[in-house]
Every structure is written in C-alpha cells, then in structure tokens.
C-alpha cells in the first residue's frame, strides 16, 4: 500500500492522546487506591488532558488530509452499524468529548466525592467520566486498528496483532509521553510512568516482532492464476492497459526500493523500542525532563517509520493486476 | 431478485481496448462523468477510467498464451467495497444489484478501494470521488432507448461480442447459460466476494488426422500415371 | 445524486442522432452520432450498417477527443520568409492567398512540364479523386500509401487469382472450417474480421496463426506458429511440396479453373520458352487472356483445345505437340519447382519443424478434402455448364503485410495464391471470397503511361498514373529503358510497381534521380516521420539546399488536419477538416467496403461545424482543378462546372454520359438506378436516409466462383465494373512474370532492360514462385546483424495519427522494444533496461520489454508510437517523444549499392513494395551513463499559429459543457 502520511500521522497521534490519557487516567485510579500520590488536577489532569486533545485534535486534522471532501465528512458517522472507519469517526469526537469532560472537570476541581464503593473507594465525577472515556480510548483503539484488520484481502494486517500492536505501541507512546509530562509538572509519577511505558514498549515489540514474522511467512492465499482465472505457474503481466500511471499505482505501491523499506522497518525497530527504552532507564532516576522528551520524540518518529511500514509492507491483492513494468 | 453482471468471454477477446474508450466516452458525459483526464497532452498522462484491458503471458516460448484481459467492477453479490464505506456512498441497487457510488454523499476516503480486491475502483482525482463502472446504469435502465440499445457502452462496442451482459440469477439468460456451458468462473472466489461478472475461458479446437485420411483410394495423383499401354502378348492372345 | 434510473440522458440537453461514417482508420464503420446542444456526445457503431453491425473500435470510440485535440491546424499557414525549413515559423495566410500561390505555381508547371508538380498521399481515401485530378493535371507523379504499404499482397495476389486480400476479398469466415492468418496483426477490415474471427471461434472452427509475434488476433489462436521473419514463401512452398506429394490437392478445380493443366513450352532454345503453346482459335476480340491454349487429354492421349467437353486432361507429366514442341502441363511444373522445397528444408530456414509443416499440410489438404460445403445454388460458367449447386472447401486464409511488407514478398504471396488455388477455395463458400469490384482480369486492364510523351504540358495524362503492366511493353520508360515517374515505378527496377514507390519520392526528388521536380504536394502523409524509411536521413534532405541556397526540393504543400512532424517542412499548410466535418464519398472507383455478397459503398455527411478555416481537401481540389482549367472540372467554356464537393459527386461522370460516377447507389434521375445511372441530384440524401451506405445484394448464384461465373460476370459488365465476361482463369502459373524474364533474356521484341537489371529481371520474375532471403540480407553482414526488427499495429492506434487523442495516448503513451528474455540473458541487459538497436544504417536507444510471445531471433515494437518532440500539439516533455521511440529511423530506403545499382529501392524486386520487414539489427545495452531518454532526439517542434493553447492540468469532457480547467 502506498503510506499516506495523513493516515500516519492520524493514527500516531491519536494512539499517543489516547496511550496518554490512558496514563493520566491510570495515575489517577492508582492515586484513590492509594497506591501512588495524588496530584493536582489542573496542572496533572487538566493540562494532561489539554496535551492529549491537542494530539487528538492534530490526528482529526491530519485526518481530513486524506480526504477528498472534507467538507462532508460529517458523513462519515452514518454507517456504523458496518462500517468500522465510521465507527472510529464517531469514537473518536466521542472519546474526545469525554476527555475535554475530563480536563474540565479536573480543572474546575469538579472533584467531591460522589460516593465510595465499599466504604473503601471515593468515587467523583471525573473518575467516571474517565472510566468512559477508557472504554472510548480502547473502543477507538479497536475501531483504528479494526479498519485495517477488518480487511481480509490484506493479509499483514487481517490479523488480532494488529490490534494488539496499535493498543500497545498507542499506550507505549502515550506512557512514555506521560513520564515525560509528569517530569515536567514536577509529579512524582515519573518512575511509575517510564516503568509502565517500558512494560507496554517490550510487549508492543514482542507483539510487533510477531507480526514481523507473522507477516514475513505469509502464504499469499491469491495468485496471479486466480486473479485471472488461469491456471499456469508462469503468468506475467505485460501491459496494464495504460501508461501514465492510474490510482490503482498510485494508490497500492510505496514505490520504493526493497532496500529503503527494509530501512524504514530496521529504523522503527531501533526508533520505537530500543532507544526510548535505553533512554527512557537512564532518565528515570535522574527524572530528567529533557531526556523523556527525547525519548517521546523518538519513539513517536519510530512510531512515523512504523506507520509507514505497516503500509508499505501490506501487498494487496488487486497488486496482481498492476506488475508489468509497462 | 435480479443481478445484473457482464459475462467476459476470455477465448475471444483480442484485446482491442474498444470497450475501453467507448466506456469512457459514454460515462464522461453520463450520470456517472465527467472523467476526468490529468496532463492530458503532457508528461505521464493519467485519467479515470471505469475498465481496463490488460495483457498476461503464460507459459514460456514457443508454448506461449497471450491472455486479454477486460476489467472493470465485477458487481459482487457479496461487495466488501460497500459495507466498509463510512458515509454511505457505496451502496448495492436492490433493484437489479449493481454497485454504485453516490458522489455527493462520497467524502474520497478511499476505503472501498482499499477493500476491493480487485482493484476496481478509481479514485477521481479531480473531483476527489471514488468512481467505478456503474454498469451504465444510465443506459440499461433507460426506456426511452431501443431494447437493443439498453446495454452497456462496451458490450455495444465489442467487435468480438466477447462482452455478454444480462441477469446472471436468471437461469435462462444468455449469460447464465454461458456461464454455465462455458464453465464460466470467478475471479478470486477465495474472497467470499461473490463476483456477479464472470468470465469464459479459453477453449482449444483441434484437428484430427488419421492415418487413412491421407492413404485413400481416390487420391488424385492415381489420375496422373500414364495409363498401361497395350504392348505385347496377352492372354487373350494365348489362351483359350 | 440523482437516482440515474429516473432521468433520460436525453434530459440533459438538445440532443441529435446523425448519421456518418467513422474515419478514425480506414475501416470505415458505420457510425451513429449523438449530439448535446451540438457537442458531441457520444458515437456508437450503426448496428444497421452492413460493416460494422453496430461494433465500434477502441479508435472509433475516441473520435471526440480527435475534434478537441490541440494539435488541430485551423488555419492556412505560410512558412515565414526569414525562416527556414523544418523550423516550424509559420505565418497565417488566407485561403483566398494560398489558392493564388498554389495557382500560380501549378500553372506554370502544367504549361511546362507537369512531371515537375508530384501529388503523394498517405493513408487516405481519396484516391478516385487525388488520382483523377493528377491525372487531369497531367503528371505521372502521383500515388497513394500501397506502395509502402501492402502492393505485394495486391500484385502477389491480382496476379494470380484475379483478387485479394487488404481490401478486395477475404476469408469466408461464415462457413469456414479452418482458418489460417499468417502475418496479420490488425489489418484494414479491423472490425469485421474481430467480429468473424470470434464467431468463427465460437463455432468451432480451428484457427492457426503464423506469425513470430503472438498478440492481438493471434493471441485467440487455437495454434500459434512462430515463424522467422521472411521465410514464409519457404514454408508455403515446403506446404505445397507436401500437398502435392500426398494428393491432397483439389484436382478438379485445378483443371476447370485454373491454368494449371495448360501446356507451357518447354524448350529453353525456342524464344517462347515457358510461355503457354497457343493455337489458332476463334476468342473475343480485346479479350485479357484467351483461351487459345491446350490440355493433353488422358483418354486420347493428345493434346486438344482447353475446355473441350468430354476432355480430361493430365495435370503431370511431358508431352510432344504434333509440331515437335516439347510441352509440359503448368502443374507438372509447380510439382517440379517444389521438389527440392521439402518439410525439412524449410524447418532450417523458418525455425518451423518440418513436422509442423506436414501436419500443417494434411490439416489444410484433410479439411478441404473432407469437409465439403455444397450450397443448393444454381450457376452457370462460363463455358456453359450448369451447376446445381456451389461446392466449398472450409479452409481459408488471411495474411497481410508480415508476407507483403518483406523484398520476397510478391513470391511468397503467389505461393499462398497457389496454396489457396490448389486446395480450390477461391470465391467458393468456406474458402476466400472477393469483394466487387474484384475478381478483376488478370492484370486489371488500366495501364500507365507507355513512356515520356505521355506526359504532355497542358494536358491529361496519356493513361493512369497507376495501372497493370500485362507486358514488358506496358511499362512507363522512356527509349533508353529508364523511368519517367519520379518514383521510378513501372520501371525495369520495379516493373510491377501497381501502386509505385511513395517510400522513394523523397529521396529520389532530392537526388534529382531521374529528375529534379518543383513542386511536392503532400495530402494526409506524414513523410517527416513515420512512413518514410531513413526518417532522420529524410527529414534532412527536406532542408537540403543547393549551392544557391535553394532547396532541393523546391515547394512542399502540406495537406493535413494535425501538426504532424510532416508540417513543420512545409512551406503551405492547408488545415484539412475531420471526419466529422466533412462530406467523403468512399467510393467504388477507389477502394469501396463492398461485403462479398456485393458491392457497397459509403459517404460522409459532416455532423458538426469544421473547426476555425478548416477546409475539406476535396474542396481544395475541386478549387485549384477548376482555377487550373483542368479539363474534368471546367465546362466547354473553360468556366467552373462543380460548385462544391457535394455537387461534384453527384454530377461527376467518368466520361460524359458514362453513368459512372463516384457513388454507385441512388442513381438514375429518381435514385433508381444503382452502379451505373445518370446523376441523382438528391443522392446524398438518399445515402443519408440509409444510413449513409448503398449495398447491392447480389442474387446467390452471382455471389460465387465469380471468376468463371457467367451470370455474374455478365452482370457485372452491364453494370459497369468490368469490360470482359471471359473466364478469369486462375494463374498458377505466371505467364505474364515470364514475358518479363523471355525479355530480360533479350528474346522479345519491344522494351528490354538496361543492361545493370538484366539479371535482376530474369532472376525475380520467375514465372513460379520460389524462395529466396530479402535482399538486404544478402548484401549485409547478418552475423554482425542477427536480429530481425519488426513493427506491429497497435489497434488502438491509427499510425501517427492518435498521440494526440488524450484518451487513445493514455493506452500507448510511449513504446517498448519487446525481445525474448534469452536475448537479454545473451547481451546482458535486463527487463526494462535502456538499449541501442542498431543496425547497418543508424541505430537508436530505446527501453526493452522482455516477452515469452516472440520468436527469439525477433524484436519488435508497436508501429509509430514514438513522436518528435513538440509535434502533434504534445509537450516537448511527453512520453511519446523522450520514452517512446520509432523504428524507421533504422530502415534504410535505399540497399547498400549492388550490381542493379546504386541507388535501388529497399523494396520488392517485382513490384517495388517497401521491404520494411528485412531491416535486421543487433541490440545491446547503454552504456552506465547514458541519459534515460530516445536517441534519436530532435529539436522540439514548435507550435504553429492556429493551435489550441496549451491546455492545463485538467481535460474535463462533458458534452455541452467542456470545461477547462
Ligand atoms: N516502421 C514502419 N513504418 C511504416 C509501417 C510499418 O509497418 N512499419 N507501415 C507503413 C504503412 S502500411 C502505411 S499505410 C504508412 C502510413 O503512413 P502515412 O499515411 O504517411 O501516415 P499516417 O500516420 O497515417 O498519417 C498521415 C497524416 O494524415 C494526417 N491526417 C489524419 N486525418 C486526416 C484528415 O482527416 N485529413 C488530412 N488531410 N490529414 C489527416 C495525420 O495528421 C498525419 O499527419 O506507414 C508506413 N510506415
Ligand atoms: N489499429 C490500427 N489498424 C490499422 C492500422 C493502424 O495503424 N492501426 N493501419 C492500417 C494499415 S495502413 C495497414 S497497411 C494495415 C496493416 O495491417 P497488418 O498487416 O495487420 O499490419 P502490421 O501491424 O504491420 O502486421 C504485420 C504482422 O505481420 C507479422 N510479421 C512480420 N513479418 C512477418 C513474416 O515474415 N512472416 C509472418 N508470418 N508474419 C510476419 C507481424 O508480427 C505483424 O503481426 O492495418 C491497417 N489497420
Ligand atoms: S472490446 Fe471486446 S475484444 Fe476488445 S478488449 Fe474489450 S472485451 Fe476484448
Ligand atoms: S469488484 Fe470491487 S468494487 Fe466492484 S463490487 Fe466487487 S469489491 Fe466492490
Ligand atoms: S471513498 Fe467514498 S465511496 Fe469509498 S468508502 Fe470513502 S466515502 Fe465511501
Ligand atoms: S458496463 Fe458501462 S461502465 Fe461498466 S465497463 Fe462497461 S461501459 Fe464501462
Ligand atoms: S475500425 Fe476504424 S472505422 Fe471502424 S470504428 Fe474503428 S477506427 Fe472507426
Ligand atoms: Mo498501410
């Protein structure tokens, strides 16, 4: 497939708002139960919240980049019953929604106690409004990753790792943002952060190593013979009916050499898992700011790479009809 | 229910590419146009086209097949170009089944193309829509036309009549038949897609020779022989 | 949007149906034409013309874009006078100027000498008009695309059985069981023969394709046969060889109808050596081939009249007339001429296996023999005999330039002439069919001039420019044997050069070999590029000046609708419509589209408005015919008789009083009559109410064995398409190719060859056909040059002509060369890579294609894709010209000096066909640093006044509304 850096930067940077609100959330819970210290909610949760709208917002607008008539894209919430990018475009103003509620009431320190669970757990309004807007973030994580893994012609991403792996290296992304955040609000979560976005950045390598092997054995289940209905094991196009190029090469080829995507693929290897994690270890004691912030913008240019080459790798099907060289 | 298709007959297709142009030329000033054409005088010229003829070679010199071969929207029965479209723009007609896009509802999202297996689907790059064979749909239903006439642009043009257009859940339609006798098939039937356009494969005829075809008493070189001349002594002249 | 099956399309304008028919290549379909507010919409093929019924090509398909096309010429141009030729600076002029300067000029020749005024013209047709005003005019110097086209297929075949393919008969492929096409890719019958190739499929039929390439029709083959180009004349005879070894010959068709039986003299002391022994026997006076010849009959065993009922003659053996002449049958000497032609001896030289030979063979001869059609028709011969019925042998054959367009093609044309004449299926159900006006005598009566004073100032021409030497004596030289026609043709160099020599005008009018001329007057040729051989050597000579500074060849008039490579040389320009604006009548007196159960013929009726000042050419012609006095276009009074086009096909007679004129339909007063009938003053609406084609059914009996059918023939001379009722007796053997070689052995009286050609005429005109290798590769090292380098059609290409059709050049936007992977393997170069071609006359750089449908020791590439930069209103930059690439460049128009001379044609030594096929190359690839572009390139042509401006990024066509964008 031909990467569109709109898609890429659309499922990138949501998958880090998403990934960091899921840290800010994840603190919050840890601080009721007690287990981490609170913090204060305008500065942690309020502006936390801001940050990922911002990621948010930049991915819904790098989203209308893909599309021909932005201006209709209201459109697009109509078929959810069937379709599953109609059904990120709703999660994701839904999940939006939910997370401005979330830094709105954080921010006005909406925070009394509602109730508390069996005498133990103080419940307020933003820790529901959390709880929803969880469940959004891992809704629009599924609908993300499901438009791409609902398609079973394409064969490296019909599969559950791809949901996996956009969950996890959203939540890599978003956690190792996080550390970063709290280093810069002065919040004592930094070691919890680079701790759970070490733990979420391995099991997203592990996962995306397993779809990198996945991938790389794939049985293709078409061949040109069924894609012409001749059965013969020497078959080669010789002509595509045109020549100046059409959507259909423009659209399903990255038109690059072998060599550069091998490269992109080494890179988001390096980028995404080993030098934030390196980074990310050494800076946690120090809790340097700047280092976590390297880190991020490593990991989320890795993340870049990674995008890409989850296109680029993806051979579809309708290929078989565009090989001639003519 | 009725499902419209074009059944592509594969053995006698010459690869002409007249349903090609007749198929743009029809749609770019029809319901579905106009097509529009990028550069067109210029470097690389590229354009929207709702079918295409390509060509494969099988098989190695001198046992060598050259294969036309006519594409353009198959009109799944099963269409995962439709279901995936988040705005509902793709849809497939009850009426007759054949799969359209509606371009004002279309926001160029692309994904129906991404879900075709088959690479049927253009996007039109100027008026940023996807676009794709209707089946002439403006053609086939219009009454005002002639019967004859109420076909698509390309089965009309066809020198070869190796486009055969009709409803393929008729058992009695002459596409059905084809399909039938002419072990007719799908592209990609692995995909669950339920192509409603099929195609006829290629068929051999061949001449048998035998033996005795060639040694036969009236061979016409017989004729050509001198005829034995009467010379000499015969029994007639000996016997009694 | 709307729910498309609520609304008509008819809804969204002013929408008109118009009938015409389609010029997009000289197919000539029937079209329909729909309008939107006066734009065209949409063009469909007529499902009621007999043509096409309703199919449309790829071509006729983009006729829309051809009117929007920028490389349209709208105005007359004049190239400027500070600027040189091939520059491109034209200056606009008025018609009213251009006519007073082609006037002026014209006259001045014609009251001097009109052999200096040339008049060539590519792929058009108009030649019953262009020919008709040369001849008026008085030049000999005038002829059409068939001499670099196909004349081989039409002398190999005319010649032999009084027909042809290309556009004068074909294979019956209704009820045909086999089907053979050698070296055919497209051809001129494009849509009908898709259409009867597929029917005759799905009906069984077997179909074999010879041809080193496998594309297009080919490719649909049940057997595909690789040949090496330029051997079929080896196979074709090692097919004939077999035949008549296993009997399977039809032997009764060979004695009734064809010469095959005659008795030749076989005595090479006698004068008349090889020539058919004639008696003293009453036959028609004027009569083309009388019948004063003799069989030996098996029963009686002497020799007796041709024809004598009761008499069964022997096809073999040798004999002695009563005289003492020694006399053998002509089969006896076909049997002798194809002895040594074994399966085995032509495996070597075509690559075939000499099994694949045989069984070739035994399925033609088996097919024929055995599968007899026999039609209840009743018909009489000419001889009287009545026949219940017509008998068909199903095999039938189409071939067209992969035979005519090499230096041996004329022989390997009369060997598939003979092959077809042996296995009977000549103008017989299932076999080959000819299309009226065909069978014609053999030759056809027209004859050239019979030498220079022929050609008078102020005056006709003394015969046609283009006829059918029957004779040495028929040829247009002057005493000393040499030529009197610019192009040499119906010289000694190429006697039989039916349809002369277009591919030499050039060069030769350079040279000034024989002669310098004044005035070259090009009408719809693109000489400049893509049918001149030696293109870039060409294109020079065009700007070549003398000492004095002025050039060579002095004034060049471009005819032409586009800004083709061609108009940048000229020095006027005159913008032709488009076939959609203009009348045409494609007529009988040319090349009509006649179906082989009659005649047919067709016109134009313009649909839309010419573009800009675009005038029809035949308006042209009629003005500077009736400006120059030419006696056929001006009244007693010297005052002009046609008003327009239109007026001149209705009125026009052959000669007054003929009732022959260019439309053969609605003739007579009230439209009564047909083929022959005074004038119909309102014949083009008749035509247009029929859908602008005139057909005449013939009755059953008259639709077959035409050669020797009684009631047709008759028919046909009271109608004007023939002057004979004889039998046109099919020549297997060549008696007119032996009076050619008797006098190039200095045993006739009459014209002889100059002593240089004496043995070229002997060897070539062999009265049998026989095998050689193309004379080229005779004269060149083939070691150094292995390879041969072929083009082929692009059906959805028209020649030059489509580059400009936004839609067509989407589909070939540059070219290929396609070569087997083994030789890349061999010269190390990989699929897609940059290569030379080159081969003993120029090279060029092109892209390879690796390709399993080619026979290994062939390249080839589609036919005229590659441009010059700048022309054809594309951007210096577009694919055609930097990718894409043309193989003339290679072809040299001249052999390399030998012992016929220096300065011979590349063409057929019989009938001066351009040997475009012989060109034999070696590839190799580019250096590392070689730019990635065509060699040859040329300065980018400039655009001329009158053209489009450039249009942008967009082309968004929509009837009724074009935008830009
Ligand atoms: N290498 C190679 N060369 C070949 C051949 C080959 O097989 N191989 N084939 C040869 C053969 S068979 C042929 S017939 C020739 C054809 O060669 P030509 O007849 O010389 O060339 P065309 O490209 O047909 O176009 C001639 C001109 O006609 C113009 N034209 C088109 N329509 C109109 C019109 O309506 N009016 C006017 N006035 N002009 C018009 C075009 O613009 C073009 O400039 O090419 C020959 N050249
Ligand atoms: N679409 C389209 N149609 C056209 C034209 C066009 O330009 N475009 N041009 C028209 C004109 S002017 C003409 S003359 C006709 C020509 O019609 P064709 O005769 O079909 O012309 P070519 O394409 O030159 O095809 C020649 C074929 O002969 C094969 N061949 C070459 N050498 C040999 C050989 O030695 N032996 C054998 N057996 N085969 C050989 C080639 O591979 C090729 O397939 O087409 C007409 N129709
Ligand atoms: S028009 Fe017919 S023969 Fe020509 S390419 Fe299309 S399907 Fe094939
Ligand atoms: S061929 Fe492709 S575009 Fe057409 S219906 Fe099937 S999936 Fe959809
Ligand atoms: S491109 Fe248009 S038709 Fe396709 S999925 Fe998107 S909105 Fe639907
Ligand atoms: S059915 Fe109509 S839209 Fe579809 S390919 Fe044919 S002509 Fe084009
Ligand atoms: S074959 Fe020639 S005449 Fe017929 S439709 Fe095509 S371009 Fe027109
Ligand atoms: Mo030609």
Sequence with gaps: MHPAFSVIFLTTLIGAGQGLFLALYTGQVYSIANLLDPQDSVTFYAWGSLLALFLLALGLLASFFHLGHPE?????????????????????????????????????????????????????????????????????????????????????????????????????SGFTLAAGFAAWTHANLVGFYVGWAVIFTMLGMISRFASLYRNSRIKRLVETSNAIGVKHNRIVQKSQGFMGGSFNTREFFHGKSASFVRFMRNSFIVLVFIVPVVIMISAANAGSFHLLIVAFVVQYLGLIAERWYFFADAQHPQNLYYQANG | MTQLALVIDLNVCVGCHACVTSCKQWNTSGWAGPLADQRPYDQDPTGTFFNRVQTFEVGEYPNTETVHFPKSCLHCEEPPCVPVCPTGASYKREDNGVVLVDYDKCIGCKYCSWACPYGMRELDENQKVMKKCTLCIDRITDESLPERERKPSCVLSCPTDARLFGDVHDPDSEVSVAIREQGGYQLMPEWGTKPANHYLPRRKAKIQIHEDELDRADNPLKKEAPLPAAEGETLDDVAW | MLDPTTTSDKALGRQEVKKTTCYMCACRCGIKVTLRDGEVRYIEGNPDHPHNQGALCAKGASGIMKQYSPARLTKPLMRKANAKRGESAFEEISWEKAFDIIHERLEHIRKTDPKKFALFTGRDQMQALTGMFAKQFGTPNYAAHGGFCSVNMAAGLIYTIGGSFWEFGGPDLDRSKLFVMIGTAEDHDSNPLKTAIAKFKRRGGRFISINPI????????????????????????????????????????????????????????????????????????????????????????????????????????????????????????????????????????????????????????????????????????????????????????HAMRGLAAHSNGFHAIRALGILMTILGTVDRPGGFRHKAPFPRPIPPCPKPPKGPEGVKPETPLDGMPLGWPADPNDLFVDEEGEPVRIDKAFSWEYPLSVHGLMHNVITNAWRGDPYKIDTLFLFMANMAWNSSMNTEKVREMLTDQDEEGNYKIPFLIVADAFQSETVAYADLVLPDTTYLERHDALSMLDRPISEYSGPVDSVRIPVVEPKGECKPFQEVLIELGSRLGLPAFVKEDGSRKYRDYPDFIINYET??????????????????????????????????????????????????????????????????????????????????????????????????????????????????????EPLESKLIDTQEYPLNALTQRPMAMYHSWDSQNAWLRQIHTHNYLYVSPKLGDAKGFSDGDWVWVESPHNKIRCMVQFSESVEPGTVWTWNAIGKASGAWGLSPKANESQKGFLLNHVISEELPPCESGRHISNSDPVTGQAAWFDVKVKVYPCAENEPEVTSPQFKPQRKVPGQDAKRGKWQLFFAGMFTKK
Aim: contains cysteine; proline residues 6%.
């Design chain 1, 72 to 172: 209709r894209a209201w459109r697009s919430a109509t078929q959810w019953r069937t379709s599953w990018l109609s059904r990120e475009v709703i999660v994701l103003p839904v999940f939006m929604f939910f997370v401005m509620l979330y830094g709105l009431f954080n921010y006005f320190g909406l925070t009394d106690v509602l109730f508390v669970v069996r005498g133990q757990l103080p419940v307020d309004s933003t820790l529901l409004i959390g709880l929803l807007a969880t469940l959004m973030a891992f809704a629009l994580y599924l609908s993300t990753a499901m438009i791409y893994a609902s398609l079973k012609f394409l064969q490296e991403w019909h599969s559950p790792l791809t949901v996996v792996n956009y969950t996890l290296l959203g939540l890599a």
């Design chain 3, 214 to 397: 496998r594309t297009g029709y080919s490719a649909i083959a049940d057997e595909w046969v690789p040949i090496k180009p330029g051997t079929d004349g080896a196979l074709l005879l090692a097919i004939i060889h077999e035949m008549i070894k296993t009997g399977l010959y039809d032997r009764d068709f060979l004695v009734q109808y064809t010469n095959s039986a005659e008795l030749v003299i076989n005595d090479p002391k006698s004068d008349d050596h090889g020539l058919f022994k004639r008696v003293e026997m009453h036959y028609e006076e004027g009569c083309f081939d009388p019948e004063n010849k003799l069989w030996w009959d098996r029963d009686l065993n002497v020799a007796m009249g041709t024809h004598t009922p009761g008499c069964d003659p022997y096809l073999l053996g040798e004999f002695e007339l009563d005289d003492g002449t020694p006399v053998k049958p002509a089969f006896q000497l076909l049997k002798e001429r194809v002895e040594e032609y074994t399966p085995e001896w032509a495996e070597d030289i075509t690559g075939i296996p000499a099994e694949t030979i045989k069984r070739l063979a035994h399925e033609m001869g088996v097919t024929a023999r055995d599968q007899k059609i026999e039609l209840p028709i009743q018909w009489t011969d000419t001889w009287d005999n009545d026949h219940e019925s017509v008998v068909g042998n199903p095999v039938s054959f």
């Design chain 3, 655 to 772: 000669s007054p009083g003929s009732g022959i004129g260019f439309l053969a339909g609605w003739r007579g007063k009230g439209g009564e009559k047909f083929l022959k009938g005074e004038p119909n003053p309102r014949q083009w609406e008749m035509y247009a109410n029929n859908n602008c084609v005139f057909h005449y059914e013939l009755p059953r009996s008259y639709q077959y064995m035409r050669n020797w059918n009684k009631g047709y023939l008759e028919w046909a001379r009271a109608h004007g398409m023939t002057r004979y009722v004889e039998p046109i007796t099919l020549h297997l053997y060549s008696e007119v190719l032996q009076k050619f070689r008797l006098a190039a052995q200095g045993k006739r009286p009459g014209k002889q060859p100059p002593e240089n050609l004496k043995k070229r005429v002997e060897t070539y005109f062999d009265p049998l056909p026989f095998y050689y």
